[in-house]
């Protein structure tokens, strides 16, 4: 009987923050299926098709104090990939005077500052590794594209893609590469479907699924030249960077 070939991405540490559902949960599975030994981090289990996978640590990044000790254990050993996925959208679009505080430091916490604690906690093993590790943000158009009713949803978004580049340029290629990936259009996930009416079509939507090539090229693959670059994955899984044409906006008017 002939030994199985390895898995490309056989055996590589992986943690994806927000891999429970939605885009993180796309990349999770990929890097999985690929070979790579997924750690999940959320509030709430993996759960479905390829969740035997993953393994799974509890994170509430609303909790500053437990999340940085969270991260750290889930960093300590040897780390290849990263990928930052969290969001908090907020229950609805609202107009800044109609959006309660409440609402913009949950923002806040997970949006930029979960980030921020991944990228603490992360960096100093990713660059720990023989080969540069890899850390993927997931960003979105509304970095490139303001819309009204979103205004938290954006500025946080922003601030983290603003965030990531930074560190892009302070970081070398030869320790860690760090990409910003984003979808050409909206994304059937948990998050936005709570945001939806009942009886939604979302067959124009795409799939958490379609990153999992990006994800997986870029963590086989990853150029010098990709090192703090901004990719927009299409429908059909294929990418571009940012830069070859602006992500068209998802804004929609709210009602005043
Ligand atoms: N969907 C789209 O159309 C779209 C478009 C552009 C960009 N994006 C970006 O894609 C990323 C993923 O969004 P999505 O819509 O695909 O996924 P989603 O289904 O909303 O998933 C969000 C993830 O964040 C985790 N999360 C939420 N609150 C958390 C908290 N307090 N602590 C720890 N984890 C928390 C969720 O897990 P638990 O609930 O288990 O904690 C889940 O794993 C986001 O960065 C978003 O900005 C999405």
Redesign the pocket.
């Known amino acids: 009987m002939p030994t199985p070939l390895p898995l490309p991405l056989s055996g590589r540490p992986a943690v994806v ?9 796309g990349i999770a599975d990929a890097w999985a299926h690929a070979g790579a030994d997924v750690l999940v ?4 289990e993996p759960t479905g098709p390829g969740a035997e996978a993953l393994r799974w640590a509890p ?4 909790d500053r104090a437990a999340a940085q000790r969270q991260l750290a254990a889930a960093t300590e050993g040897d780390l290849r990939l990263a990928c930052f ?5 907020g229950d609805r679009r609202a107009l800044f005077g109609d959006a309660p505080e409440d609402e913009w430091r949950r923002q806040v916490d ?1 949006n930029l500052h ?1 980030l921020w604690l991944t990228l603490a906690a992360a960096l100093p093993a990713l660059r720990r590794t023989s080969e540069a590790g890899l850390f993927l943000g ?4 509304v970095v490139f594209n303001a819309g009204p009713g979103r205004s938290g949803y954006a500025a946080t ?1 922003a601030a983290g893609a603003a965030l990531l580049n930074s560190v892009a340029q302070e970081q070398d290629p030869d320790d860690v590469r760090i990409v910003q990936v ?2 050409a259009g ?2 059937d ?4 479907r709570r945001r939806r009416p009942g009886g939604f079509d979302y067959s124009d939507y795409m799939q ?1 699924a379609q990153f999992g090539a990006v994800a997986t090229e870029l963590a086989l693959n990853a150029s010098t030249e990709q090192h703090g670059a901004s990719l927009v994955v299409d429908g059909g899984g294929k990418w571009r960077p940012v830069g070859d044409e602006a992500p068209v906006s ?1 804004s929609r008017r709210t009602a005043s």
């Open positions: 923050v927000g891999g429970s559902t939605g885009i993180g949960r981090l959320s509030r709430s994170l509430d990044l609303t996925s969290a969001v908090h959208y997970v979960g997931v960003s979105s158009e978004k984003l979808p909206m994304v996930s948990p998050g936005i958490p998802q």
